[in-house]
């Protein structure tokens, strides 16, 4: 009799084990989540840079604000207004500017960019031919809007200020 009991015992627990109703509820873990997307590839960041360089050398104040967000700031306190009197002004007394980005260090997120490099620039003024070198480090966070890459934030430090160049 005991053997019996034990025989249905251990077929009732094979039967109701095997259809147990919160086992269909347990998520198939070998399946991974897709992971989200990132804003943008390192190529095209690297895309957004060489344009950012080139029209700054060109000194084209409308196309290099383009590259700004309406939102932008710029060493975090002033916004798009002055950002485009100090570019204004920079570009108008230049005969010639030439900035170049090193050791650029690209990060990107889900919904932003941060980019760290050093620069250099070296200006030649209208007045009177004074070249000058400065040299720094900068940070950029870029965000999409619009459908493209845009600068949120620029903040950048001076390791040698403007110097003139002897000859």
Do not use: C, H
Not at 11 to 28: T, Y
Not at 129 to 140: I, N, S
Request: glycine share 4%.
């Amino acid at each position: 009799m005991k053997t019996v009991i034990r025989t249905m015992f251990v077929v009732f627990l094979f039967l109701v084990g095997s259809q147990i109703p919160f086992q269909r509820g347990i998520p198939n873990l070998s399946a991974a989540t897709p992971p989200l997307p990132l804003i943008a590839t390192d190529q095209e960041v690297r895309e957004f840079f060489d344009q950012y360089v080139e029209r700054y050398n060109n000194r084209d104040i409308e196309a290099f604000l383009l590259f700004f967000s309406l939102k932008a700031k710029q060493n975090q306190r002033i916004g798009l207004p002055e950002i485009r009197a100090i570019y204004n002004d920079l570009f108008s007394r230049s005969q010639s500017l030439q900035l170049s980005l090193e050791k650029m260090k690209i990060e990107i997120y889900q919904n932003a960019v941060e980019v760290r490099t050093q620069f250099m620039v070296n200006q030649v003024l209208k007045e009177g031919g004074e070249k000058k070198v400065w040299r720094g480090d900068a940070r950029w966070i870029l965000a999409r809007e619009d459908k493209k890459l845009q600068i949120l934030s620029i903040d950048y430090e001076y390791s040698v200020p403007p110097t003139p160049v002897r000859e």
